[in-house]
Every structure is written in C-alpha cells, then in structure tokens.
C-alpha cells in the first residue's frame, strides 16, 4: 500500500526545535564549560535513569509525529485519492491496538466485556450474559481453563526476552559512576517493553473505552500531547524571556520600565482567565473558517499550536524576570566592564558575555517548567480550554473517564492508565530538574 | 582556665572524596595570652576554629583528637565528648567566636539590642529590663554608645558591626574567643581600632584569644605580649610554632621565612620580591614526607619520605622541619639562610624615572567630577548629588607609577571607572596624552581605549568563565587592533601568555582550571594585549595571597620596565604602594587630600588623615614606625 | 508613605489600560460583535437585522476605538472601549449579556469563593510552613529524605486525580461528604470540607519542597552560624533567626494572591460545583459572555495590583531595612 508523508505544522516545529538541539550540541561539542555540567547530570544517579525514561516518552513522541495519510484506490478519472485520515509511525507499530476495536468498554486482560448482553446461545435460547470480547483473548478456546497458563507464558517470554535484552545492553552501564539506578531503570524499562510486546497483541492489557478502544494505544498517543505542550511552548518563551529579559536587566532605564511594565500588565490578568479567553477565541475562530483546515488532524494540529502559543506568550514572564535579575548583576562584573573598556559593541557584549552566562538559568527554568506544563495541559483540556475535544491526549482521557467512577463495578483502568503514564513522565521530569538545577546552579543547592 | 587542642584532625567529604583540612593540629591558649593562628588561605585555619566550636559546615567532622577546656574548680572536660545538647553551654559561654564578614554575621532582622539579649537569655539567664542595661553596658564596653541598642545591622557601619559582633560574644563571658579574621574585611583605620578593642577586652577580661589571621603584620601587633605566641599553619599543619617575640626576631621553618621575605617593604623598592611558586597540595591524604617538600626551597630526599616531626630550636620555639631536626645533619650548611633573595638580584635604582620626566603627561585629570543624583518623591526628583568623585586633579606621567590611595568608598573605583568613560563624568576633563576624551563617540573613542587598559581586583569576577583563555585575550584585539587577522591575534596571544608566565596551552583551556594568581595574570595580558600605555590597576592583589601578590607585584615591576608603561595604581594597602608607587595620592570623600613623592607622603605626611592612615599600618610597614 | 501609596494608585492606571486594551483586542479583534451576536442568537435565527438587533441590545452598536460618525471629542468617547471598558475604572460592571447585573452576582458568588479558598489558603500556609520546617529540624536524616521524595511524588501526580480521587474516595466510597454542589446557610461547611482538604492535599508537595529550600538556603548563611556560636539550642535558630529571614521571600509569593481569593479557584469551584466566582467565570467563558469575563479579568488585576501594594507593606513588618519612601 503506497501512501504521502504529511507534514503538520507541529511536526515542522518538532523538527526545528530538533535541529536547534543538534546544532546547539554540534557547536558546543568541545566546549568543557557546556560539557561538563552535562556529563555531571549523566553522571549522578537520578540523572541518567531520569534521561533514559524521559528517553523512551520522547522516542514515543518522535515516532507519533511522523505523519502519513494512506493512499485509496484511484477515482474514476485515475487521479490519487487520499485517505482523510492522518496516521503516523506509531500508528503504523501499533496497527494492532489501533483496530482491535471493542464494542464498549472491558477491563485489562478481559476476556469478556464489561456489560451483559443478551445472546443468542448456540441452541438459539436468549441468555444475558457477558459476550466474549472479539480481538481480546479471542484466540482462547476455553476463558476459564486457559486464561491464566496462557498469559504466564507469554508474559513470562516477554519478561526473559527483556531480560536478554538488558544483559545485551550491559556494556552500556558496566562502566558507569552511577550505574545501578540506571541499570535498574533500563532492566524495568525493557521488561515492560517486552511484556507489553508480548501481551497486547492478545490481549487489551489495559482495558478499553467507552467506544472499545484500546487504552494502552489511547495512552500511548497522549504522550505527543503531552511533551509537545511540554516543549513546543518553550520556543516561544525563550526568544521573549531572553530577550526582554536581558534587555531589561542590560539596558536599564526606559526599556527597563517598557519591559517591566509589560510583564507586570501580563501577570496582573489572572492566568487561567488570561488562557481560557485566549483559548476560546482562538476555538471560535477555527470554526469559523473551518475551510482552512484539510483533515481533522490538521485542525487539532492548529488547536494545538495555539494552545502552546498561549501558554508561551502568557508564561514567559517568570523566566524573563529572573533573567532581569540576572542580567542587572552580570553587567556591573567586572569581565563585562573589562569588554567594554575594549570598546566591544553592545551586541557583541549581550551575545559573548551576558548570554552564556545565563543559559544555565534558561535550561534550569525550561526542565523546571516542562513537568508544570504537561500537568497544565490535562487541567485546561478537562476544563475545555485545552487542546481539541478530538484529540487524544491525557486530559481528554481523564475527562472521559471520570464521569465513570459512578458505575457500578467501577470503571477505573482508564483513570488508571492516564495516571500511570502521566506519573512518570512527569515525576521522571521533576527528578532530572532536579539534577539539572543541582549540576547547572553554582549555588548548589543541596539535596 | 585554658583551652588545650590535641591531635585534632578533620575530614571533609565533598564530590566522592574524603579531604584532610587539619591534621594533627595541637594548640594551647591560657588565661590572658593571645595565640594568633596565622596562614594562607586554605591552610585550614578556620576549619580548625569551626571544629573547636563544632560548627563544621555539613560534611564535615572531627575524625581525631580532644578539645579539652579546663577551669579552675571544674576539672577538664573534652568538648568534643560532649553531647550536641551541652554544647550550647559552651558555645557563647565559654567558647566565642567572631567571624570575617561583618556584612553577613549579623541577623539582617533583628536590633542589637535582641540578638545581645539572646546570648544574655542563654547564658546568664538575663531577660527584661536587666537584660537590656547590661547590653547597654556591653555596647560601651565596645565602644558603641547605648543609642544602636535599638539600631539593625544595616544601620551600623562595618566596624560597628564588628563592635556589636563582639559584643554579643562577650555577653556570654567566655573564657576564650575565637576571632576569625575579625578585620579582614575592613578599612586600615577601622582595623586598628578593631585591634586595639580586641587587646583591651582580653586584659580587662582575662581572656584567652585564639586570633586567626593571614596577615603577619597583624600578627606581629597582636603577639607583643611575652606569653602570646604565633602557630604557623601550612597545609592543614602547624609548622612553626613560637612565641611572638621570637617569631619575629628568627622564623625558623622555611616557609615562614618565605612568608616574610615575599612581603612589600619600602626598603625593598627596586628589589625583587622574594616568591614562592607552587600551590598549596590536596589534603586527600595521598602525600608522603612534609608537605611542604614540593615548594620548598631547602628540599632534601628526606623531606620526600619522611613526615617531620616538632623539634624544638629555642625556649618555646618548635618547628616541624627535618633541618630542625639536631640529630640529623642537613644537607646545607646555612640554616636555610638562602631565603633571603635580594643578593640573587643586580641591584636596581630604588625609584622609576616617573615624575621628572618633562612634556605631556600620559594621563591627566581635571577637575573631574563624578555626582550620582539622589532621586525622591511622587515624581522621583532630583534632590541631592553623592559627590563620589568631586573635583579631581591628577597627573600621570609616561612610565609613572601613581598610587591612589584611599579607604573604602573614597571614591577611587568610581574615579577608574570615569577615567575610562564606563561611567560617564558629571564634570571636568579626561586627558590621554594631550587629546581630550570627553566627547568622543564611536570611532575616535575606540581608538583611545587601545591606549589604557584596566586590571580588576576580583581575578573570578574579571574573566568570563564561559569563554576560554585564548578568546579573552583575543576579544580586545578584534576589537581594537583590526590590522591584526585571526593568525596574528594566535601569535600574539602566545607572546602574552609568555609574558605573564603562563603556558602556551593556558590559550585553549578555562578561566575555572587557573587559581586566583593565574587568573589575575591572565587579566594582565588580557589588558596588555591592545598594547596600552597606561594600565589602570584596581586593587590588583588585594584578593590575593602575600606570597602570590609578590609574584604579581614582580611581574608588574617586569612590564613597568620592558614596556614603559605607566600605571595608575588604586589601593588600599600602603605597603605595597611603598614598595612599588613613584607618586601618591591620598583620596578621601571623592577628594585628593594629598599627594606627593612616595617617600615624602609616606614618611612626612602633610595631613592628618594621612598621617592616622599610616599609624593604622599594622606591623614595621615603614620605617619610621 | 502616602507618597508611595500615590504613586502606586498612579502606576496602576496605564496597567489596568494595558488590561483592558489587551482583553479587549483579544475579543473584539478576532471576534467581531457580529461574530459575538451570531453565537448568541444560535444558527437558527441569524438574520442581518437580528444581529442588529442583539447589537443595539447590548451595547455592541458602536465602533471599536474610533467613532467618525461622533463630534469632537466624541469620535474617541463615544465608542465601544471607552463604553465597556474605561466604565470598569469606577467599578461600574454594567449587564451582563445576558442581561443580570454583574456586580449582585459578584456580590453574591464572592462568599462561596471566600469560603473556600481562605481556609486553603491560611490552613495551607501553616501546614506547608509547619512541614518544611519538621523537614529542615530533621534534615541529612532519614525523615527529610523521605519527606523530600513524598513531595516530589505528590507534586507529579495532576490535581485532577486529587479531585477525582477525593470525589471518590470521600464522597463515593465512604459518603463523608456529597460529591458536588453548594447549599448556603449552615449546611455550606459540608460541600466546602472536601474541596478545601483536597487543595491541600493537592498543594503540599510543590510549596513544603519550596519552602524547604528556602529554609535551608538561609540555615547556610553567615548569621546563622553567629546564632549557633551564641550557644542557641537549634529550636530557637529555626523559629527565631531562620524563619525570620525567611519570612521574607515566602512573602513575595504570599501575600500577593490574598485579594485574589476573592475571585476563588476556577478549577476546584467548577469540580465541585460551587457557585462561586470561579464557575462564573467559567461558565462565562464556556458562554461567551464578554461583559462578565471583562469585569472579572479587570477585578483579577485591580486585586493583584492591591496585593502588590500588600506585599511592599508587609516587607516593612519583617524587614527592617524596607522603608516606603
């Protein structure tokens, strides 16, 4: 089956923000001053289990951001006909969580949905009873008698086949400083790996949905979500936050009260009130025109951008006035004083002397802020100023899932994979800022 | 009553390591005696001064030894037995100690009046009304009328705050006190009047003072008295350990002699100043034999082998030294009397030919001015100037050293920085070999920066940490040697290194991997790369070391002569300007109050600030004293 | 003093311009009156003269920032900013558009709100202070580790699952309180309990790890070691010297949200659906309903600008060296 790579403008933006990274490590590769810190935050013990779970989220979200539609056959005059559906890499791995669809809603490892129905019974007698699920566990003969010896075996295949993966990987940490933690994380890392391979193409290991969906599958596309609010945000609060910031501090007078005045008008909207308004207009415009946009997916690709944009736009504030702080002590030291005694241009000041010396406060404050902005996400898209009602992503699932507690027996898998997933990605976020800070931060705030 | 230290040794975990900052440290200080602890920086003095209080920061511990405080009627007791929960008996009660910064020691929130209560409360269970009269009795017995009773630390000057520092110590009556540096951080004036309180209290009191100190000439002040004695710590050790008097007259250790030999005198005008290369090795434990062995100029294969033990030279004078040692003959004859340096250089005409030296000046200052305006009010008006600098004359000629002396906030660091238009002058002319600098723009300005340069104090705040060395360097000439291309600013980036002593691979490493004297070396040859004139040097050894500040001051001397260069040298230290200045200047209040040949200024002063700026001078500074 | 409270009151003008010029360009740029009328009258009934109509209606019939219909001074009065917007400088809220009075609503919603977020608020504080401090008496041990890990965890879990989790456990499973909903009177402390345990639970992790650092920054400082060289016991350096410090940069993030709880929480008021200011605001927004959004965001900025104010004033209780000039 052929098909065209689609290009969303997230997709673009993930690009230009990878290239960013590549060029910047490129550039400082042989520089100790950038190296060191780095290979302090490797080396601590949080630091590189962190890295390597934040590792896995990320790897996730790459492959979700490659984007394809699928080609149908050709119409009647012989012209390319698309499909209207966006896929992407991630979809194309987990084909099989993607379309072993269920009626309704059944739990992790069911083999038979959630609600009873009436059958018709091989001797053509109505029973209500729980049908059989028709993907999960479907290549069992006898539920009962099979269930338990079939899902040891394969778990425990996948879980040795982890194993052997991570002796694999042993010179990886074998010379490591902080090795256990990392061994330990890489060794539960490729077990689940490996007994999710092993597992979710028979089974829905961690439920369905209301519409019969896969819940791993849903989690699993809500980790993009979740990292590009996370990530995309940051481009554009850094150009505003160094910027003003540093012109602020640097320059003083005038420029100082302009930008002083404009971050205090910006903090004094309350925040929520500030995104929520700005969220909704840009709603109302997307449906205005919804001309603009080719496929669902672009459309919620837009709702994205713009909720990243809000986010930026009305979080660049803090960054900006500790790089204000910063930047009014960096000018009065004396190396700074000492270039301008060489006549050396504004310009080449900012960028050579005050720039370096506060990246280690940018990169503090954007791992810092990472963790808050992908909680914020599921706040704002469960009160409905988020990202797309279409989209899936961790607030969205949460707020599917939540008038469902009421049920009775609970309907909690969903909950619980929303929180799993989100747990440690962001708990993985907060310890490696934590490294980050403590490696980066001359002060060296202790543990 | 005296506190005995036996065999103390502390370790200090950091990164991994264990580190050794005092080992085998013994000390006595009696009733009434001052014993002066006196080193480098990182000798490990402090730490040994924490470890007796038990305020090490965290990580760190007492591995070994006793402190034993003994008093009459209660026995000997070892502090370092004691429970956590006794020690607030000990400490402000019999043990006090005062620190350096005087900025940072007081509770920035609290009256003078409740933080001497709070000892009051604690130790002699003092509260109300007693309380407050007795700290009133306490602020005079300092020297602070009962008026800052009710003042907070931000509303005392430096010294004042040192007063109620002291003050708050003594309210618990201790028997010994721990003075950390009591005036490092402090004007001359203030110093010795600081000094001066710290003699009156422990004879008034009795007490036993353990002085921690850097500066000999201190030291020497303070140990005057026939019990007092001076312990010489090098490297975590006490290496020389003597009575005053006899400290003075012989040091024995050859690192104590080094220490007095690198120190700027007037009579050493011309002279090279004695140095000693080298740094101060990681207390990891790794090192056998002394541990002085590596910088010592009286090094024999014993001192690699064998740790030296005390031996005893005289009545009370021990030295830990294998040339000490009686039983053992030393390989050089001469009892490390090569030290003394002066004979290895051809001698020298005692003065620069600064001064005589007719046509235009290099630098000359008019009537210059520098107000900052006082802003108040709804619409923040300008209500009133601070005159920092307020009508300067002075002139320098080519190859002249001008010294700029003055306490802090005189305003000599405000007259630099006007000098080089960092800041811009409210009033008055800036000269730079005849051609006015006020009102040059772009250009025409850039191209009279090549011809002065400056040199800063803090050699860690002066350089960038995140540029390399070679690119320090290079910075100055990019932008004001265009003529030269990337190849010609790489050689003559190695011509600098060279010139300031420093290897040619310093250009590709990192201001972090260079200790303070490098560093200060590395501004050096950042400031000569553009070729100037005239350096303007802004306490350039002050944050130093004295046995790294005579390398600096050598290699100043050094460029003075191969390059002619003039300096405008500001300071607070009147040693080094009578060892390397041609001219004074005495500034005070952002005015010149005198200014004149060296040894006119320095040995005839004309005014009285002058004249109690020199009696300040701890130690046999000069001459006359 | 008087003199800084002048200026402040004159510094907030072009501020509370700024807020009122950017929500409205916000709304009105990208969302026209008519865009605004269409939404409201519903798909059904947009014709040309409805939309009029709704427009006379409301207020929405005159030009954005520039009237070259008006005479004189008129061409920049007479217009929709200066209408909606400059209004709001004599607290005069006006309709909203659905057509009640916006101030009776704030009046009424603000007690509600104030319920919940005061108690948070000041409970919260001394909790979370309370905590940090046990955490630095004990730090280096075993205890502080713990706590440490505990609020990191705490503070990676959403608050929405303390929501959830809280509706579920108190409300479901072991009926302590109703799951949602307000009844004023005397019965009001049972719908207000769970929201306000469930803030602060919610809020321990990120504030006791703040204040936590905050603490052990000051212990690192040179007064203290001078405190501890007096032979004070450690108890006394805690309270005494290190909270006193402290007290200054807690607070810098304190006292400025005090007027703010006014406006409530928009998160917990809409879960647990108290009809406070926050679900109004919501729902204005879920509505629409510019005129309330307006008033609320120009309130939100008058009040933090009064805790600004708050904030200088209280630095002069524990600071010494802060004067108001």
């Given amino acids: 089956m052929s098909m065209k790579p689609v290009l969303l403008w997230s997709d673009m933006l993930i690009l230009v923000l990878l290239a960013l990274v590549v060029a910047g490590v490129w550039l400082l590769r042989h520089n100790e001053t950038f190296r060191a810190p780095l290979r302090q935050v490797l080396a601590r013990p949080l630091g590189a289990a962190t890295a390597l779970v934040l590792g896995v989220y990320v790897a996730i979200g790459l492959l979700d951001s490659v984007h394809y539609v699928e080609r149908l056959p050709d119409g009647p005059q012989g012209e390319a006909q698309y499909s209207g559906e966006v896929l992407s890499a991630l979809d194309a791995l987990l084909t099989p969580l993607r379309e072993r669809v269920e009626k309704t809603y059944s739990a992790p490892f069911a083999t038979h949905l959630y609600a009873k129905e009436t059958l018709t019974g091989p001797d053509g007698r109505q029973v209500r009873d729980y049908p059989r699920l028709v993907h999960g566990g479907a290549h069992l003969a006898d539920t009962d008698q099979e269930f338990w010896g079939d899902v040891l075996l394969r778990g425990g295949l996948g879980a040795l086949g982890g194993v052997i ?283 | 009553m005296s506190l005995t230290v036996k065999d103390l040794r502390v370790e200090i975990r950091a990164g991994g390591r264990t580190l050794t900052p005092v080992e085998g440290v013994d000390l006595v200080v009696g009733r009434d005696q001052c014993l002066a602890l006196l080193g480098e920086s990182g000798c490990g003095k402090s730490m040994t001064a924490l470890a007796l209080m038990r305020l090490l920061p965290e990580g760190g511990r007492v591995a070994a030894g006793r402190v034993e405080l003994s008093r009459e009627g209660a026995g000997v007791e070892d502090l370092l037995a004691q429970p956590e929960s006794a020690m607030g008996q000990v400490r402000g009660g019999q043990l006090a100690m005062i620190f350096q910064e005087p900025q940072t020691s007081l509770n920035p929130v609290m009256t003078v009046a409740e933080q001497i209560g709070e000892t009051l409360a604690a130790h002699r269970a003092l509260t109300g009304v007693a309380a407050r009269s007795e700290a009133g009795r306490l602020l005079e017995a300092v020297g602070l009328g009962t008026d800052k009773l009710d003042a907070y630390p931000f509303q005392l000057s430096g010294g004042q705050r040192q007063r109620a520092l002291i003050a708050m110590m003594l309210a618990g009556e201790p028997e010994v006190l721990i003075a950390d540096e009591p005036t490092t951080a402090l004007d001359v004036t203030i110093q010795a009047q600081i000094l001066k309180l710290l003699q009156d209290l422990r004879r008034e009191r009795g007490m036993g003072l353990l002085l921690i100190t850097h500066d000999l000439d201190v030291a020497r002040d303070m140990t005057r008295g026939p019990d007092d004695r001076v312990a010489v710590m090098y490297a975590g050790q006490i290496v020389e350990s003597a009575p005053g008097q006899a400290l003075q ?96 250089n051809p001698p020298r005409p005692p003065f620069g030919k600064g001064g005589s030296e007719a046509g235009t000046p290099i630098l000359a200052i008019d009537d210059l001015s520098v107000h900052f305006p006082i802003r108040k009010g709804l619409l923040k008006r300008t209500v009133g100037q601070v ?56 250009e025409a300005l850039r191209r009279k920066r090549a011809q002065m340069q400056i040199v800063f104090q803090d050699p860690f705040s002066s350089l960038n940490p995140r540029m390399g060395v070679g690119d320090i360097l290079a910075e100055g000439m990019a932008a004001l040697l265009p003529d030269l291309d990337r190849a010609g600013r790489a050689r003559r980036t190695a011509e600098l290194l060279d010139q300031v002593g420093l290897p040619a691979d310093a250009a590709g490493r990192y201001p972090h991997e260079f200790s303070g004297g490098q560093r200060q070396r590395i501004a050096i040859a950042r400031a000569l790369a553009v070729r100037p004139k005239l350096l303007i040097l802004d306490e350039p050894t002050s944050a130093l070391d004295v046995s790294v500040q005579a390398q600096i001051l050598n290699l100043l001397s050094d460029l003075r002569r191969e390059h002619g260069l003039a300096y405008l040298f500001i300071t607070h230290n009147l040693a080094v300007v009578s060892y390397l200045a041609d001219r004074v200047a005495v500034m005070r209040g952002g005015k010149i109050v005198e200014s004149g040949p060296v040894e006119q200024v320095l040995t005839r002063p004309r005014t009285d600030y002058t004249k109690l700026l020199l009696d300040s001078v701890p130690g046999q500074v000069l001459p006359d004293k | 003093m008087l003199n800084y409270l002048l200026r402040r009151v004159l510094y907030a003008i072009p501020i509370l311009l700024g807020v009122n010029l950017l929500t409205f360009a916000l709304f009105f740029m990208v969302n026209t009156p008519d865009d605004m009328a269409r939404i409201h009258l519903g798909a059904k009934h947009v014709t040309p003269e409805a939309i009029t109509r709704w427009k006379t209606e409301h207020g929405y019939d005159k030009p954005l920032f520039l009237n070259d219909q008006a005479p004189g001074p008129g061409a920049v009065t007479d217009t929709l900013f200066v209408e909606k917007s400059l209004k709001l400088f004599a607290l005069d809220f006006g309709p909203a558009d659905d057509g009640r009075d916006i101030a009776r609503e704030i009046k009424t919603r603000m007690w509600p709100s104030l319920a919940i977020a005061l108690p948070t608020f000041l409970v919260g504080l001394l909790a979370y202070l309370s905590f940090a401090l046990l955490l630095v008496f004990f730090r280096g041990t075993a205890l502080d580790t713990a706590g440490v890990v505990l609020c990191v965890a705490l503070m990676s879990v959403s608050g929405l699952f303390y929501v959830i989790g809280g509706q579920y456990l108190m409300g479901k499973l072991w009926h302590w309180f109703p799951i949602s909903g307000y009844q004023p ?101 879920q509505a629409q309903d510019f005129a309330i959004v307006r008033s609320m965001v120009f309130l939100g900025s008058v009040l933090y600008i009064v805790g600004l104010v708050l904030t200088d004033l209280s630095y002069t209780l524990v600071d010494p060296r802060v004067r108001l000039e």
């Fill in chain 1, 165 to 447: 993966a991570w002796l694999l990987c042993f010179p990886l940490w074998k010379n490591r400083p902080a090795g256990r933690p990392f061994a330990l994380t890489l060794l539960v890392t490729l077990v689940v790996l490996g007994l999710l391979v092993a597992l979710a193409p028979h089974y829905h290991v961690l439920g369905t949905d209301k519409v019969g969906q896969d819940v791993l599958y849903l989690s699993l596309k809500s980790v993009r979500t979740g990292l590009l609010i996370g990530t995309l945000t940051t481009l554009v609060v850094l150009p505003l936050a160094i910027g003003l910031g540093i012109a602020a501090g640097y320059f003083g007078g005038r420029v100082d009260d302009l930008i002083q005045y404009l971050y205090t008008t910006l903090n004094s909207i309350p925040g929520v009130l500030l995104i929520a308004a700005a969220v909704l207009v840009v709603q109302v415009q997307i449906e205005t025109h919804p001309d603009l946009f080719a496929t669902a997916a672009a459309r919620t690709d837009v709702r994205l951008l713009a909720l990243c944009a809000i986010l930026g736009l009305t979080g660049w504030t803090g960054l900006a006035r500790l790089l204000r702080a910063e930047a009014l002590k960096l000018r009065e030291l004396e190396f700074v004083q000492a270039a301008r005694a060489f006549g050396v241009t504004r310009a080449r000041i900012l960028a050579r002397h005050l720039l370096p010396n506060v990246m280690h406060l940018v990169l503090i404050s954007l791992v810092i802020d990472f963790s808050g902005l992908v909680l914020a996400e599921a706040v704002l898209s469960y009160v409905g100023v988020g990202v797309d009602p279409a989209m899936i992503s961790f607030g969205n699932m949460i707020n599917g899932a939540r008038l469902e507690l009421a049920r009775e027996p609970v309907v909690w898998w969903q909950l619980a994979a929303a929180f799993l997933f989100m747990f440690v990605l962001v708990l993985a976020a907060n310890l490696f800022a934590d490294t980050v800070r403590d490696a980066l931060d001359p002060r060296g705030s202790r543990p």
């Fill in chain 2, 249 to 344: 007259a012989e040091p024995r250790h050859p690192y104590t002699q080094k220490l007095f030999a690198v120190l700027p005198r007037l009579e050493r005008r011309g002279q090279r100043l004695d140095s000693l290369p080298g740094r101060v090795p990681v207390l990891d434990g790794s090192s056998a034999g002394c541990r002085f062995a590596e910088r010592c100029p009286q090094v024999f294969e014993r001192c690699r082998q064998e740790v030296p033990g005390f031996h005893g030279v005289a009545e009370g004078h021990w030295v830990r030294c294998h040339l000490a040692d009686p039983e053992a003959a030393s390989p050089a004859d001469s009892q490390g009397r090569g030290v003394e340096s002066a004979g290895e």
């Fill in chain 2, 387 to 442: 005159k920092a600098v307020d009508g300067v004359s002075l002139a320098l000629a080519a190859g002249e050293t001008l010294a700029l002396v003055g306490e802090s906030g005189c305003g000599k660091t405000t007259l630099a920085r006007a000098v080089l238009r960092l800041i811009e002058p409210t009033g008055g002319e800036v000269r730079l070999a005849g051609e006015p600098l006020g009102g040059l723009r772009g």
């Fill in chain 3, 185 to 285: 009177g005397l019965e009001a402390w049972k719908f207000l309990l769970m929201p306000v345990l469930v803030s602060l639970v919610a809020g321990i992790g990120d504030s006791a790890r703040f204040y936590r650092a905050l603490f052990v920054e000051e212990i690192g400082k040179d007064y203290v070691r001078t405190a501890r060289a007096k032979g004070l016991s450690e108890l006394r350096v805690l309270f005494r010297h290190v909270l006193g410090n402290a007290m200054i940069p807690i607070l810098t993030g304190v006292v400025v949200v005090i007027p703010r709880l006014f406006l409530g929480s928009l998160i917990i008021e809409s879960f647990f659906g108290i009809p406070g200011l926050g679900s109004y605001t919501i729902d204005a927004i």
